[in-house]
């Protein structure tokens, strides 16, 4: 009797568990195992660093835009109008140089991407080379081609509520439809000073962010250990890194928690590291006034309009803001007086007194002596 | 490995009682050595690093056994080896989990600025510590005695047991090793083991697991908590922990009993305690076994005066509570116990019980308060949350959490929704068990066998509990 009870206990729970791992095989939710076929493609994106690996495995592109929320409302038809090309954006929300190293190199493995466009932002490189912007495991096992590791995909109820999901219809998770929108998030958001320093506190402007903190020789190992080896690994590979830029208050929190003067040095080791490398190209716009002193481009300190995000596509196309040493040298003795001698309350004062524009949603950007505008859709 | 992990539920524990009674008809040495290596394997998959410190551990507790036994049993009273063989223990444990502790409170009280070790804290370390101080004092009374290097190895790394315990003795675990008639496959013993695991399994992933967001993020917003907030956050640690460890032991009792090996039980049902001293006797049972025998009976027990013996209570408990962790928070905790303890002592010497519905609800709130310093980071965040809790910022019935804000909020998005209303009622269902007569272990002890709905209400458990092992949260950036 006890032996049919084993027997019955474990068969019953080993078919049910077969039974589900069919299912979640054949409708395959985060496009793992293939591209969305069955179903209409779902981009969640609470889920990125699950779905973002099997996209770069199985969908068609070019060129990879990456980085952390501030890539992920570039839209990848914009930058084919200006580029050429086709590209995908598989950036990720919070993505650390970890992320980005375990992505691109799923990507560049399947011989793909003729070249990655990534943002590089600081707070990536923080902490030890493998952390993850995810406080979960990462799931290391949807970034290989190896079946036998890919239990916790197939077998785990976050994949089968995704695929019930698919196959009854449901939208209970939050996701888009639109390949040219995968991570998008910009609808409904305004861009205007007062916004972006909405619900600051000029003693501690990081405590709405909780960055962590940083250290020099910490960012340098995540460098080396995530992005450096992908670089020389890949040498027929074009990489772009950009500096996203930031509202000055970004700066000002820097200079606040004593992180300034080691940010500004990382700035100069990474073009210096890099020099030598003829497939690496840097821009930076952190050091463009008419974009950080005016707050009026941004929803939050760190998170610019989209109409922002479209043009510095176009100064990238046009080579302008990439680094050479006398702009790394320059740029970095601006933020540093620009950081020193403004104040987050006088930055807050001005920003909270400024009008809210007619259409709050961001301002055109020229550069010096630039471009016309893109066109906004 | 943990035991809700793939790993070990569809390779490892398959594989390890296969081989186990495979070896056990050939040689029981060979299934022993065989269950002390995949022991030893199942602690190294996790780092591989720290199977040194184990190792060193087990070899210089084996040589000091080695000679308090052979001492004992020559009459000889080896104290001095004794206290070496305490000394190195409590060392080890010192330095892998209390150096920075002990660092960060001499920079405090000098002003010093020493630097910190940042070791990495070994995982079990605390439980196989204990049990081998345990084994000591027990070889040098002469009630163990082990020389053979294999055995040895097996009673400390037995794996069901290495990691999160029971704390098991010496003398309870060794004769069964050595009996060979447990060697052959026992389908009774099977049967309860699998079922009970199932229902350990099912506690953690099902119960334990889901109720973890609601803690964490009560925790984390320990400063701005209403009065309904505190409590859910309170009860929802409490409730959280209790099916975590005791499905997690459930899990190491069900394990062990696959392979007839029967381990010390560790909880049984401790909310349903009438008071604090029944508490202890049903809630992480073998440490409070160990505390009595291993520290407070030594120290002088109840043979001094009232006073000393009281003392004994808050200094003993004290201690458990730093055995937990090395923060102040963690000694604050045990010494609240210690410190119920002896209120109860004089509660009972005014000679009014309470009812026992009452005891219990009061045991319990006592507890549940005091969990709050236990998990709290700070004290400041532990009494912030009790503040919530006794209504000291009001009590209103704001739901202020992002977990279950959704809670009499319009317009909630249907997955918030439907994951608020899941955690909501695993949250009742878990309220609701905790109270039940019967505990998991009575449960699997009791169960028919025979009725086919048993048979397959477990398989559906298990599979269940297989599907949940990998839940992952929603990554959910704090700004959007």
């Not at chain 1, 197939?154 to 040219?180: H, I, M, Q, Y």
């Not at chain 2, 026992?356 to 009061?362: C, F, I, K, Q, Y």
Request: a positive charge.
């Amino acid at each position: 009797m006890a032996r049919r009870f084993v027997s019955i206990v474990l068969g019953l729970a080993l078919a049910l568990a077969a039974a589900v791992i069919a299912f979640n095989a054949w409708v395959d939710p985060f496009q793992h195992y293939r591209k969305a076929e069955r179903f209409p493609a779902r981009f969640y994106n609470a889920w990125q660093r699950y779905e973002n690996p099997g996209l770069a495995k199985h969908w068609d592109y070019d060129r990879i835009v990456t980085g952390s929320s501030l890539m992920e409302c570039v839209i990848p038809e914009d930058v084919d109008r200006v580029m050429g090309g086709k590209t995908i954006n598989l950036s990720v929300s919070a993505q650390t140089a970890y992320d980005a190293g375990q992505l691109l190199g799923a990507a560049l493995r399947t011989g793909k991407p003729k070249h990655i466009v990534m943002n590089l932002d600081y707070n990536a490189f923080s902490g030890a080379p493998d952390r993850s912007g995810f406080t979960e495991p990462f799931p290391r096992y949807m970034y290989d081609d190896a079946l036998w590791n890919d239990l916790p995909y197939l077998l785990g109820v976050g994949t089968l509520r995704k695929s019930l999901e698919a196959v009854l219809g449901l939208k209970w998770s939050r996701f888009n439809t639109d390949p040219e929108r995968m991570w998008y998030w910009m609808e409904g958001h305004q861009f205007f000073a007062a916004k972006a320093v909405q619900g600051l506190d000029p003693d501690n402007l990081n405590a709405r962010f909780r960055q962590p903190p940083r250290t020099l020789e910490g960012m340098k190992a995540s460098f080396e250990a995530n992005l450096a080896p992908l670089i020389e690994g890949y040498p027929g590979t074009r990489f772009t890194f950009l500096y996203a830029p930031y509202a000055i208050l970004v700066w000002l929190d820097f200079e606040q928690r004593g992180q300034l003067d080691l940010t500004l040095a990382f700035r100069e080791w990474v073009f210096e590291r890099t020099r030598r490398y003829p497939n690496v190209e840097i821009f930076d716009f952190h050091a463009e006034p008419s974009i950080v002193l005016d707050l009026d481009h941004f929803t939050d300190i760190y998170h610019y309009s989209p109409r922002l995000s479209q043009a510095l596509i176009q100064a990238m196309h046009e080579g302008r803001y990439k680094l050479t040493p006398e702009m790394v040298r320059g740029n970095n003795a601006w933020l540093r007086s620009v950081a020193r001698t403004k104040t987050p309350r006088q930055v807050i004062a001005e920003a909270l007194a400024k009008p809210m524009p007619e259409s709050p949603d961001g301002k055109f950007f020229v550069p010096p002596g630039g471009f016309a505008p893109p066109r906004v859709n | 490995m943990l035991f809700n992990s793939y790993e070990f539920l569809l390779v490892f524990l398959p594989a390890v009682i296969l081989g186990y009674f495979a070896l056990a008809r050939l040689s029981a040495w060979a299934a022993n050595a065989f269950l002390a290596a995949a022991s030893v394997a199942f602690y190294a998959w996790w780092k591989l690093d720290f199977v040194w410190i184990l190792a060193a551990s087990i070899t210089a507790n084996y040589l000091f056994g080695h000679r308090l036994s052979r001492d004992s049993a020559a009459g000889k009273n080896d104290r001095a080896i004794l206290t070496l063989g305490i000394v190195f223990n409590l060392g080890l444990l010192g330095y892998f989990k209390y150096a920075d502790f002990f660092i960060a409170n001499f920079n405090a009280v000098t002003g010093a600025n020493a630097s910190f070790l940042r070791v990495a804290l070994p995982l079990g370390i605390s439980f196989f510590t204990f049990t081998q101080i345990a084994y000591l004092v027990d070889a040098w009374k002469g009630k163990a005695a082990e020389y053979s290097a294999t055995n040895y190895v097996l009673f400390v790394t037995f794996f069901p047991h290495l990691l999160a315990g029971p704390i098991i003795h010496h003398k309870e675990m060794m004769p069964q090793f050595a009996d060979r008639s447990l060697k052959r496959v026992d389908w009774e013993n099977m049967a309860r083991g699998l079922a009970l695991f199932a229902l350990g399994l099912g506690k953690k992933v099902l119960i334990a697991d889901p109720l973890a967001p609601w803690a964490n993020s009560g925790f984390a917003h320990a400063q701005s908590l209403s009065f309904a907030d505190g409590w859910i956050t309170m009860l929802a640690y409490t409730l959280q922990l209790v099916f975590d460890f005791s499905g997690y032991t459930d899990m190491a009792l069900g394990a062990a009993l696959m392979l007839n090996i029967r381990l010390p039980l560790n909880f049984d049902s401790p909310y349903r305690s009438a008071d604090i001293q029944e508490f202890w006797r049903r809630w992480h049972m073998t440490l409070s076994r160990f505390l009595r025998d291993y520290v407070y009976i030594p120290l002088g027990g109840n043979r001094g005066s009232e006073a000393r013996m009281l003392v004994l209570f808050v200094v003993t408990f004290a201690l458990g509570g730093f055995w937990h962790g090395a923060a102040w928070t963690y000694v604050l905790w045990g010494t609240l116990h210690g410190v119920a303890l002896v209120v109860l002592h004089f509660w009972r010497k005014l000679g009014h019980p309470m009812p026992r519905p009452l005891a219990v609800l009061v045991t319990f709130l006592f507890v549940s308060a005091a969990l709050v310093i236990f998990r709290a980071p700070t004290l400041d965040d532990a009494l912030a949350i009790l503040r919530s809790v006794a209504g000291l910022n009001g009590l209103g019935l704001a739901f202020t959490v992002p977990e279950w804000s959704w809670i009499g909020r319009s317009g909630v998005a249907p997955a918030e929704l439907a994951q608020g209303v899941l955690t909501a009622a695993i949250f009742a269902v878990a309220l609701v068990l905790t109270f039940t007569p019967r505990n998991s272990n009575q449960v699997a002890a009791a169960l028919d066998l025979r009725m086919p709905r048993t048979r397959y209400a477990y398989g559906f458990l298990l599979a269940l509990a297989l599907v949940f092992v990998q839940n992952p949260t929603e990554f959910i950036y704090f700004i959007f």
